[in-house]
């Protein structure tokens, strides 16, 4: 018999986990490399920031267990017009992710699978779109299983990395001071240090998103949510720390595999493959979590009014069969599009458009929490109003870390959603 609540608490902290790590951390030595001591700084100011972020959603699924997920949060606090605004920014960031988790996932396929060399990569990406679309038609069941399945494979490599660490601290303590990075302390590289970390850190609110499917909500979703955001925190840490102080800065700052030149520069040649094939899944499973996320964010949508009314309807399993495929073909059109350029640059316009597109959500999700303060009167919790302040300062803080363009491109995505709103406003169902 099927049941609307299938996930619990291992499910959606997986979702957590394998949704933040995707392809982001296994480059993400090499991009932090040129800040040197910074890096290590900025991910303090990170770690922070996104932890607040996640009180700040643990917090309102806490509240408001039935709300649906954060689109009702923010329309219920702060008005409908920054919910739609959010909402949309946020769900096109999800097919963006889509498109690009595939586009890198193939370029380390290829690695594990040479044969798969004289296939278009465009193909390949469009194939492992479409194959996590028919697991997400299964049901939640089934994708939020695969999901958990491939979090703990995604976490193998990482542990090996802190493994490792721990043993040439004890064998060989001098290599952690040997090539120190020579990078200076200063303001302007710690803010851009803490800007690069945060696009590996979002997804904190992957546990909100399907909060329809998600069993015993109020007391589920925080703690997924936390015990999922802080487990990720403490092992990129641990990973950043010791390959930075482990590879010369220079080499990582040039290394486009920088996990691989730690295990060959200690463990010997040849460790590229196994590697690879840990970041194709760790790549497969964050495209699986978030295609059932932009199902469910989709649904979502629809029953609030924000899309048409037909993106509800789901298959005897539970799954939105509409949802799922309108936004894998728009995922499939931002893949054909960046293969017009080199791997590198589409995954990096990519990652930069869903980087912009996410920071809406969480300054109205924490704003969300200072209204909510507000209109408690004199009994409101004061950590209502604290929670709810530091964690839109933090948001703010990293729009104007990531400079202009990522918050032009904000822009442009929320003007791009105005029509739909205005034309939705008119249907008679609302």
Known sequence: MHSDKELGFWMSTALVVGNVIGMGMFMLPASLAPYGYNALI???ITIAGVA????????????FPNADGPY?????HVGEWPAFIAIWCYWVSLWITNAALAVGVIGYL??????????????????????FVGVCL??????????VVTTVLKLLPMLVIVMLGVWVLFADPAAYTRNPPTTQLSLRDLVAASTVALYAMLGVESATVPAAKVRDPART?????MAGTLLVAALYVLVSTVVMMLVPQQQLAQSSAPLVDLLDRYLGQ??????????????A?????????VGELTRSMSVHGVLPARFQAVNRRGAPTLALVVTAILASAMVLMNYSKSLVQGFTFMTLVVTAATLPLYLLCALSLVNLWRGGGSEAPRDLLILGVLGAAYSIFAFIGMGREPFLWSLVLAAAGVPLYLWMRRQPSR
């Open 221 to 225: 979703i925080p703690r997924a949510t």
């Open 42 to 44: 900025g991910w303090a």
């Open 285 to 293: 499973g964050a495209l699986n979590g978030w295609t059932m996320l």
């Open 270 to 283: 040849a460790n590229g493959q196994w590697l690879a094939f840990f970041v194709v899944v760790s790549g």
């Open 110 to 131: 290829v690695k594990v699978l040479p044969g798969l060399g004289s296939v278009p990569p465009a193909l390949l990406a469009l194939a492992l779109i479409w194959s």
């Open 138 to 147: 299964l049901g939640a069941r089934t994708g939020g299983g695969v999901q």
């Open 72 to 76: 009702a949060y923010i329309r219920d």
């Open 52 to 63: 607040l972020m996640a009180r700040v959603f643990a917090r309102l699924a806490r509240d």
